[in-house]
């Protein structure tokens, strides 16, 4: 199978906190890669914005080590990295201050896209905004792109979405969640609205539950201070998880436009019923004999922080009332797999003996790893001697179904970047979506602060708290496995 790859218009990209680890880690590989895709198109320039003394020269260089170190794959061709290093520049700026500004705006050029991609922390986002605005450096083809976190709470959300509303257009806007640019991901409304096969049973009806479970085997080394500040519930629950189960929710948008997506999406938000004390499951992870616990990778043995968090939600809407979704997140957990399953109700009656037992149809859609697509029907286990119904599924993974050419899924950054330049923000999420959650979100997490709350202990290398597996249980539900 042969991908597409349509090229760009040229432009001028500025990466704000070009020096920092997002941009070394991800947001330059991305650039390479299409650069190397032929979708990066001659005359466009990438230029890395921060604090450091540094020149172009010493930006090359830095961005060669980054391609070196975090690009995966086979050693990038030095003749390629030696192209994309000759459309990269550097200037040094203060974002709160007056150094640097005049000379950025120097490098902008007419009749260009400009993209400001703000990957720093958002205390600077409006500072940044303002200065750009100051030293004309903002016309209708300008874009920003911002990182989450978007605020810790509705009152922060709010502030920073005024103080980027005062200098840029909603239209101009684009929030960066880095699950919607998955492969999967965007799959996932292919397989709702491309097929009229699941459609009709997309709903309270034939839907018994919906599990939603991103595990991470990693801690929190190296980001305590500000996990410990965040959570399991902001850091993933509010804005990764969220976006998920608006996506599986969400009804059909009128067609495939930014802002038809968004208004459903958003609905589902709204529609989000308050969840009860009961239907909340918080874990802290517990050291083992060779990693650390998560109350000693934040230095704070009294910390109430959760690393782990489940809980059951209701969608009070004609689709889905009676549905529950179930969403899991957590860190140092059995495997690094991210799954949304659509679980069917069972068969309204059977035809066959008792003992043939009772199967369910599952959609499975694995995000990470692995990407791809599974589909457990039911059918009769060969041989002789009676029907014995087995389950097995239906497998497209994206490696095997599609070629060579899928091996190596695009990355999330590569599209999502493209998709800016571009001007299209179908995967980017508007400022009233981020407030409606954070207006979800709080509540929940004032309940356990103000009841004082502590999180289940869990072992490292396992599926979670056990009050995580009764929350299933209780109704006679359970689980899927967690495997990579």
């Given at each position: 199978?042969?991908?597409?790859?349509?090229?760009?218009d040229?432009?001028?990209?500025?990466?704000?906190?070009?020096t920092?680890d997002?941009?070394?880690r991800?947001?330059?590989?991305?650039?390479?890669?299409?650069y190397c895709?032929?979708?990066m198109?001659?005359?466009?320039?990438?230029?890395?914005?921060?604090?450091s003394?540094m020149?172009d020269?010493?930006?090359?260089?830095?961005?060669?080590?980054?391609?070196?170190?975090f690009?995966p794959?086979?050693?990038?061709?030095?003749?390629?990295?030696?192209?994309f290093?000759?459309?990269?520049?550097?200037?040094?700026?203060d974002?709160?201050?007056?150094d640097g500004w005049?000379?950025?705006?120097?490098?902008?050029?007419?009749?260009?896209?400009?993209?400001?991609?703000?990957?720093?922390?958002?205390?600077?986002?409006g500072?940044l905004?303002?200065?750009?605005?100051?030293n004309?450096?903002?016309?209708?083809?300008?874009?920003?792109?911002?990182?989450?976190?978007?605020?810790r709470?509705?009152?922060?959300?709010?502030?920073?979405?005024?103080?980027?509303?005062?200098?840029?257009?909603?239209?101009?806007?684009y929030r960066?969640?880095?699950?919607?640019?998955?492969?999967?991901v965007?799959?996932?409304?292919a397989?709702r609205?491309?097929?009229?096969?699941?459609?009709?049973?997309?709903?309270?009806?034939?839907?018994?539950?919906?599990?939603?479970t991103?595990?991470?085997t990693v801690?929190?080394?190296?980001?305590?201070?500000?996990?410990d500040r965040?959570g399991?519930m902001r850091?993933?629950?509010?804005?990764?998880?969220?976006?998920?189960?608006?996506?599986?929710?969400?009804?059909?948008?009128a067609?495939f436009?930014?802002d038809?997506?968004?208004?459903?999406?958003?609905?589902?938000?709204?529609?989000?019923?308050?969840?009860?004390?009961?239907?909340?499951?918080?874990?802290?992870?517990?050291?083992?004999?060779?990693?650390?616990?998560?109350?000693?990778?934040?230095k704070?043995?009294?910390?109430?922080?959760?690393?782990f968090?489940?809980?059951?939600?209701?969608?009070?809407n004609?689709r889905?009332?009676?549905t529950p979704f179930?969403?899991?997140?957590g860190?140092r957990?059995?495997a690094?797999?991210?799954?949304?399953?659509v679980v069917?109700?069972?068969?309204?009656?059977?035809i066959f003996?008792?003992?043939a037992?009772?199967?369910?149809?599952?959609l499975?859609?694995?995000?990470?790893?692995n990407?791809?697509i599974?589909?457990?029907?039911t059918?009769?286990?060969?041989?002789?001697?009676?029907?014995?119904?087995?389950?097995?599924p239906?497998?497209?993974t994206?490696?095997?179904?599609?070629?060579p050419?899928a091996?190596?899924?695009?990355?999330a950054?590569?599209r999502?970047i493209?998709d800016v330049?571009?001007?299209?923000?179908?995967?980017?999420m508007?400022?009233?979506?981020?407030?409606?959650?954070?207006a979800w979100?709080?509540p929940?997490i004032?309940?356990?602060?103000?009841?004082g709350d502590?999180?289940?202990?869990?072992?490292?290398?396992?599926?979670g708290?056990?009050d995580?597996l009764?929350l299933?249980?209780?109704?006679?539900?359970?689980?899927?496995?967690?495997?990579?």
């Amino acid at each position: 199978m042969v991908s597409r790859v349509i090229p760009v218009d040229p432009f001028d990209l500025v990466i704000f906190g070009g020096t920092g680890d997002l941009a070394r880690r991800k947001i330059l590989p991305a650039l390479f890669r299409r650069y190397c895709a032929g979708q990066m198109p001659e005359g466009s320039q990438i230029i890395g914005a921060a604090r450091s003394d540094m020149d172009d020269k010493g930006f090359q260089k830095l961005v060669k080590e980054a391609l070196e170190e975090f690009n995966p794959g086979p050693k990038p061709d030095a003749d390629q990295v030696k192209g994309f290093l000759g459309a990269l520049h550097y200037v040094k700026v203060d974002a709160m201050g007056t150094d640097g500004w005049r000379k950025l705006a120097s490098k902008m050029r007419d009749g260009m896209v400009r993209a400001f991609y703000f990957s720093v922390a958002p205390s600077l986002f409006g500072a940044l905004a303002e200065r750009l605005h100051s030293n004309g450096m903002v016309d209708p083809e300008t874009r920003i792109v911002v990182e989450k976190p978007f605020g810790r709470d509705l009152e922060t959300a709010k502030a920073l979405n005024t103080s980027l509303a005062a200098h840029f257009d909603e239209s101009q806007i684009y929030r960066i969640d880095h699950y919607l640019g998955k492969e999967t991901v965007q799959n996932l409304m292919a397989i709702r609205f491309g097929n009229m096969l699941f459609e009709p049973l997309w709903n309270a009806q034939y839907v018994d539950h919906i599990q939603i479970t991103v595990a991470e085997t990693v801690g929190v080394q190296g980001r305590g201070e500000y996990y410990d500040r965040s959570g399991a519930m902001r850091d993933m629950v509010q804005n990764h998880l969220m976006q998920l189960l608006c996506l599986i929710a969400m009804e059909p948008p009128a067609k495939f436009d930014p802002d038809a997506v968004r208004d459903e999406k958003l609905k589902v938000i709204r529609a989000l019923d308050p969840v009860e004390p009961g239907d909340i499951v918080r874990g802290q992870y517990q050291s083992n004999d060779t990693q650390t616990s998560y109350l000693d990778d934040v230095k704070d043995p009294a910390s109430k922080t959760e690393s782990f968090v489940a809980m059951k939600v209701h969608v009070s809407n004609w689709r889905w009332a009676g549905t529950p979704f179930y969403l899991r997140t957590g860190k140092r957990m059995k495997a690094r797999s991210s799954e949304i399953a659509v679980v069917f109700k069972e068969t309204p009656h059977s035809i066959f003996e008792e003992d043939a037992g009772r199967h369910r149809n599952t959609l499975s859609i694995r995000l990470q790893p692995n990407e791809g697509i599974d589909l457990d029907v039911t059918i009769k286990e060969p041989g002789p001697g009676g029907m014995r119904l087995i389950d097995v599924p239906l497998d497209m993974t994206f490696s095997e179904a599609l070629g060579p050419e899928a091996e190596v899924v695009t990355d999330a950054y590569e599209r999502l970047i493209m998709d800016v330049i571009r001007g299209n923000q179908t995967l980017f999420m508007r400022g009233d979506e981020v407030e409606a959650a954070w207006a979800w979100t709080d509540p929940i997490i004032n309940g356990w602060e103000a009841r004082g709350d502590r999180p289940e202990q869990y072992d490292t290398g396992s599926a979670g708290p056990e009050d995580s597996l009764a929350l299933m249980h209780r109704d006679s539900r359970r689980w899927r496995e967690i495997r990579s």
